[in-house]
């Protein structure tokens, strides 16, 4: 297979990543200058790799390690850097100068505001005194119902400079939604906002702040963010209505002075992230400042080649891991580019539009984002200069064939295309980009430096050709502490449980072997829960959506399997443009498309139009509420998706009774 991309002889020579092995081989007197080399040895010697992180980037904590890793044949109980004290905020914030831009906010309405590191560094420290004032001190929650603004940014920071825990919920998640996820952490203060807006909309979320303090019985202050300015007036109907909780407003929220960062164990814990909640309460899975740090800075500063001075921009919002992943860029002295609201509003390039303004060198987005763009037909390479674009991230779900095609030809020819994947689960990824590596269609570039990736076939045997689960064999610093309030059995079951001492991420997953120098590159099949099985023949749903989107008339799919007659058959359900029909040509072209890419067992027994396809609030699309709809079944914490109403398409569909 021929690349889409290969980099220059400069920019090998140039990237974070080859500077990086020249710096590990010239201490250990070792030939790395390939990326197996360098993968082989940072998993086969990750106490020596992972103290190499920490010396090449200078984290150097309060205090140094006594011993970098313990059990180290152990994931699950795995300890890293034993002894050594940091505190994240302070790694965060001491990388740039005073004067470089730190943040630039964006939003749909126009707006656009910018913080210099030092102006960022006084807003931390007044947060913090207010935190402070509240009673809060190292390892108490803090928790944020805010969207992806400048301060959502600051809040986290000053509540990681006082040793405390973090967790954040985005403003379009429902009442009950937010209840499951903060109700569990029990946090001492809550930052809220006054509303948000997504495609010309404005929505106030007064009602729910005053609902969501009033179930919180743990909370000591609500401050609140005045980020639109209608409803400012209804503030002190907030206020009348708390009784026992203190009431703020955030630019009265504290006194800046001295900012002070109290060091803290590596393993503390620094963030509380959620899992989408589809199939249950969601567990909350507890992270650690020190193994979230050093994955980070690996990933964003190897990985992603981001440099000091460069312009990082995610569209996320504050309730998916990516933008806790966004927010470390600032630990390699990058500015962050931060929006709110829908990607298409006022225009479908609105996002390409601030890329060109703010002059984005990494712009990152989800699948499903890339794929909408070429069924707009946007072609931002003609509309836009996009000089100082260097790399392009996708994650969410498997990038499609056609994606990479259409990022290459209508956005962008000469950059990294960084298809990444990992999760919520480890903050960060297991497989990702390269920029001294070429990109190939439809494939991620590599394993994560560190991370002992292998693919598993259904007894636990390590298999180098076909699909299988994405394994992860040996320690890593990004491992959860795990989920609060469990005694570790609950952890233990959701990923050791499959395969005794190994980590089973719940993809599915295959080698995919084109590179020169021997590394493997990785093809992701879609979750391992949503494999479908007709015949007993395993297929990945991303199989299927990958031939669906070269169908010009359908927007979007979801797939899934329905017990039939002692088997299952396939059921691809379509959201087409707006005056189609699905028809008999239609179903046929659908099915030609996939048979004639696939395999006859890929076709779908049945294909069925909906109006809308149900997703979390970060946007991903749930096969297994989709399945339990179909079999009509319960689905738990509806709260947790963006548009539950569109579950209603796939209830009592009289057409999957025959």
Not at 315 to 324: F, L
Not at 582 to 593: A, Q, R, V
Request: glycine share 8%.
């Amino acid at each position: 297979m021929i690349p889409l991309w290969t980099p220059s002889k400069a920019q090998v020579a140039q990237a974070n990543i080859t500077k990086f092995a020249q710096y590990l081989g010239a201490q250990l007197s070792i030939d790395l200058e390939s990326y197996s080399q360098l993968h082989r040895f940072s998993v086969d010697h990750p106490d020596v790799f992972w103290k190499a992180i920490w010396d090449y980037f200078n984290v150097q904590g309060t205090d140094e390690a006594e011993r970098i890793l313990l059990n180290k044949n152990d994931i699950e109980h795995a300890r890293w850097f034993e002894g050594a004290t940091l505190n994240f905020a302070e790694k965060l914030l001491l990388k740039g100068e005073d004067q470089q831009i730190a943040l630039v906010e964006r939003g749909e309405d126009g707006r656009r505001r910018t913080f210099t590191f030092a102006e960022l560094k006084s807003q931390v420290s007044r947060i913090a005194d207010g935190l402070r004032k509240q009673g809060v001190v190292a390892g108490d929650r803090v928790a944020g119902f805010l969207p992806n603004c400048a301060e959502a940014v600051t809040a986290m920071l000053a509540t990681a400079s006082l040793g405390a825990i973090w967790s954040s919920c985005s403003p379009d998640f429902g009442l009950q939604g937010v209840i499951d996820r903060f109700g569990q952490i029990e946090p001492k203060v809550l930052f809220a906002t006054n509303g948000y807006q997504y495609a010309g909309k404005v929505i106030s979320t007064l009602d729910r702040v005053k609902d969501i303090s009033a179930h919180l019985p743990s909370l000591n202050a609500l401050v609140l963010i005045p980020y639109i300015q209608q409803g400012c007036q209804a503030f002190e109907s907030v206020q009348v209505a708390l009784s026992d909780v203190a009431y703020f407003e955030w630019d009265h929220f504290g006194i800046a002075g001295t900012l002070e960062f109290k060091p803290m164990p590596f393993s503390a814990p620094l963030y509380i992230l959620y899992s989408s909640g589809t199939t249950g309460v969601p567990k909350c899975i507890v992270h650690s400042a020190g193994g979230t740090l050093l994955q980070h800075i690996k990933e964003l500063g190897l990985h992603t080649n981001l440099k000091a001075g460069e312009r990082l921009f995610f569209y996320s919002t504050c309730g998916w891991m990516m933008w806790n992943w966004l927010a470390s860029g600032l630990a390699l002295g990058a500015t962050l580019v931060l929006y709110d609201g829908s990607p298409f509003y006022p225009s479908p390039a609105a996002l390409f539009d601030i890329a060109e303004q703010e002059e984005i060198t990494h712009f990152g987005g989800g699948a499903k984002y890339y794929s909408a763009c070429e069924k707009a037909a946007l072609s931002p390479k003609k509309t836009h200069k996009l000089e100082s674009l260097k790399t392009i991230l996708s994650t969410g779900s498997p990038l499609s064939h056609e994606s990479f095609d259409y990022i290459y030809k209508h956005i962008k020819s000469d950059l990294c295309l960084a298809s990444i994947s990992g999760g919520t689960d480890i903050v960060s990824c297991f497989v990702l980009g390269n920029p001294v590596l070429p990109v190939y269609k439809g494939e991620i570039q590599c394993a994560g430096l560190g991370m002992n990736v292998q693919i598993f076939d259904d007894d636990g045997r390590p298999i180098s050709s076909g699909k299988g689960e994405l394994v992860c064999c040996t320690p890593f610093p990004s491992c959860p502490i795990g989920f609060w309030r469990d005694d570790g059995s609950k952890f233990h079951d959701a990923y050791f449980s499959r395969f005794p001492g190994v980590w089973a991420h719940g993809d599915y997953a295959e080698f995919a072997k084109h590179s020169e120098d021997g590394h493997l590159g990785f093809i992701i099949h879609g979750r391992s829960d949503a494999v479908l099985n007709p015949g007993g023949v395993r297929i990945g749903t991303a199989e299927i959506y990958r031939q669906v989107e070269k169908v010009d008339e359908v927007l979007e799919s979801i797939a899934i399997g329905q017990p039939w007659n002692n088997d299952v058959r396939v059921v691809l359900f379509v959201k087409l443009r707006p005056g189609v029909q699905l028809d008999e040509l239609l179903i046929e072209k659908i099915k030609n498309t996939i048979r004639s890419n696939t395999t006859p067992r890929h076709v779908p027994a049945k294909i069925l139009e909906v109006n809308d396809i149900p997703r979390t609030i970060s946007g991903k699309i749930v096969e297994l509420a989709v399945r339990n709809a179909v079999q009509g079944l319960p689905v738990k914490n509806t709260d947790a998706l963006a548009n539950p109403e569109a579950l209603d398409a796939f209830r009592h569909r009289s057409e999957l009774s025959c």
